[in-house]
């Protein structure tokens, strides 16, 4: 597995454990905090802790601007019924497209979401995944 992939699957790992499972506020502080705690925990290397801090910033400053984005491609769905895993790739997976500084490519992302979404969602995650980034990436 590549550097880069391995640090989006921990990045996911740590979102949404640490925080779209919880019910805390996502601020930079929590996050910093709570890297500290997972970075201990498993096997990364620096560069790896190092991109999901970069996250960080685009996370918490956006959220309300990507759950919205979300929203408004969703068909008959509402945001409150996408299954977290889902949920928190589609956070990401915006948040990398949209607003890391600087933004990386939209096909790049899409493919490493729909990947992740085979190892740790649904059989539905994969396509509900690549359909809703992709027409976000396309449309906005």
Known sequence: MKNKSLARELSFKFYYHYIFSSEKDITLDFIENELEIFAET????????????????????????????????LKSWKLERIAKIDLTLLVLGIAEMKYLNPPTPGKVVINECIELAKKYGTEDSKSFVNGLLDKIMHNN
């Open 42 to 73: 498993i096997e990364a290397n620096p560069a790896q802790i190092d991109f999901i801090r970069q996250l960080a910033q685009p996370v918490s400053e956006h959220l309300s601007k990507i759950e919205e984005l979300i929203s408004q491609n």
